[in-house]
């Protein structure tokens, strides 16, 4: 059978990485000569998060999408060139075009739809779940006659709350239209997310296409490296895909249970392996050779992955880290109530954004998420790192997990960075800070532009840990919203340098 290419896009604010296990749902041998592409989106501020920057391809001006909301075709139309800049390179390897399958949950999905259609050529097939039609009728124009014979499956869920199912049901006379053939299937009781059931239809959906492609094209040679990997250095705000690894073969990379949840699956995060660890001896010398073993625990921000930003610690270039031992978790799939109960990767729930000072608190599923983090501190201090040398540092919802974990474990921690982060309990919990929990110095650092995270939110944790008698350094960023900049980044890792030469030379 014919190679086949499956590039998959994934919703807004989600990644690549996060995606990469429902390739583990197509067990047909069918999809043996398949390579599957999970690329993420660019950093973009994004309109109906009140401009707060993350994984975005295009701009959305405003959720719930519905009929009739309004759309940004020209950052559409951008991000589509993007997605035919990938199919191009596939095909000039060799892929037949109609082996090649598009797929996209939410706006992935319409960015699915737009780049199928606006392509030159025919392709095997676009899959869209929970998606919408990401540009007027006027449009239609502009849509290559051979694209129009790519045939669509659309998936949506009639209780979903983010993209209505209307704004489904709009594609139907939209593609009709313009020429094109679509299987729309409805899944009652589904929300914005995936279920099991759409992937094991699209999958003898895609299979069935496979089949009456490969009939007309050669069969090509599929030996090659089991991973190719694409280009993972940090990008810019705005700039370029960056894509995850390429695999040529499914593989389990994690330990996955099928949900009916946006990613459709929960990262058991606790048995990560190491990414970078090497065993030292703790000793006075400030050579990096002979400095205590670090653990650096990284916490991402509400519907992103550990996978994701796992390029940050290309930054800490020292030699200080080259015994340090980093940790990327990546959070459950819960449903989320400042984005209308959607499923994502959450590490507890946000009753709403953007956040200020006074928003409401969810601590019971905080105080959970907490106990998670707690046993992944523990197995590294059984595994014979110093309290002391152990750092937790988080973004957003992780930044305020990361405070909520420093502040309620027993020990003294070597620190914890927020970035953009907030308080995420009420002033009664300060009675439950251990005396050694209390000596764990915080580094706080917050732009002051941050329109999902107000400056004033982060600026309140100033007299809470005065209260609670923690010390704290702030550091403010003018011009920055909710993002992370290399300045920060730089800081954060003379600060731990720091803190590290201190240990090692008391230790």
């Not at 279920?195 to 030996?223: A, V």
Request: charged share 20%; hydrophobic share 40%; glycine share 8%.
């Amino acid at each position: 059978m014919a190679r086949t290419f499956i590039l998959w896009l994934h919703g807004l604010g989600d990644s690549g990485p996060a995606n990469e296990s429902i390739q583990t749902v197509f067990k047909s041998p069918e999809f043996k000569n398949t390579s599957w592409l999970f690329p993420s989106a660019p950093f973009n501020p994004v309109t109906c998060n009140n401009g707060a920057v993350m994984r975005s391809w295009f701009d959305v001006p405003e959720l719930p999408f519905k009929v009739g909301s309004p759309i940004d075709e020209s950052s559409v139309l951008e991000a589509a060139k993007n997605v035919h800049a990938i199919i191009d390179q596939e095909i000039a390897e060799g892929t037949n075009p109609e082996n090649v399958f598009i797929c996209g949950l939410s706006q992935g999905g319409a960015l699915t739809l737009a780049s199928v259609l606006l392509y030159p050529k025919t392709l095997g097939g676009g899959a869209v779940l929970s998606g919408w039609v990401p540009f007027s009728s006027s449009v239609i124009s502009q849509f290559p006659e051979e694209a129009k014979k790519t045939p669509i499956l659309w998936s949506h869920g009639t209780d979903d709350r983010m993209v209505l199912f209307e704004a489904g049901q709009a594609a139907l006379p939209f593609l009709k239209e313009a020429g094109v053939t679509c299987e729309f299937k409805s899944y009652p009781g589904l929300g914005h997310s995936i279920s099991n059931k759409e992937l094991k239809y699209i999958e003898s959906w895609i299979k069935r296409r496979m089949k009456r492609s490969s009939s007309t094209c050669l069969h090509l040679n599929c030996l090659k490296e089991m991973f190719h990997s694409r280009d993972r250095s940090p990008k810019k705000n705005g700039e370029g895909m960056r894509t995850s690894s390429r695999l040529k073969k499914p593989i389990v990379l994690l330990t996955i249970a099928l949900l009916s949840s946006v990613f459709v699956f929960v990262i058991y995060f606790l048995n990560k392996s190491d990414l970078s660890s090497t065993s030292g001896i703790s000793s006075s010398s400030r050579n990096p050779d002979s400095m205590a073993r670090t653990f650096i625990l990284w916490l991402h921000g509400l519907g992103d992955s550990g996978p994701a930003n796992e390029p940050i610690k290309t930054l800490f270039r020292s030699p200080e880290f080259r015994n340090t031992k980093w940790l990327f978790p990546s959070a459950p799939s819960n449903p989320v109530s400042c984005n209308y109960g959607a499923v994502m990767p959450s590490w507890f729930d946000i009753p709403e954004l953007p956040l200020t000072a006074g928003s409401p608190k969810d601590e019971s599923s905080l105080l959970k998420a907490v106990t998670n983090i707690h046993a992944i501190i523990d197995k590294e201090i059984a595994g014979g790192i110093n309290p002391e040398n152990v750092y937790i540092c988080g973004f957003s919802q992780g930044g305020a997990l990361t405070l909520a974990s420093v502040l309620l474990y027993p020990k003294a921690l070597g620190g914890g960075s927020v970035f953009s982060g907030w308080i995420p309990f009420n002033s009664s919990i300060i009675n439950q800070f251990t005396e050694d929990a209390k000596k764990t110095p915080i580094l706080w650092s917050h732009g002051i532009d941050d329109k999902t995270v107000l400056f004033e939110a982060g600026q309140a944790a100033l007299p809470f840990l005065q209260q609670a008698g923690v010390t704290c350094e702030f550091k403010a960023y003018p011009d920055l919203g909710h993002s992370i900049s290399n300045k920060e980044l730089q800081y954060l890792e003379s600060w731990i340098k720091q803190r590290m030469q201190s240990s090692s030379s008391s230790s």
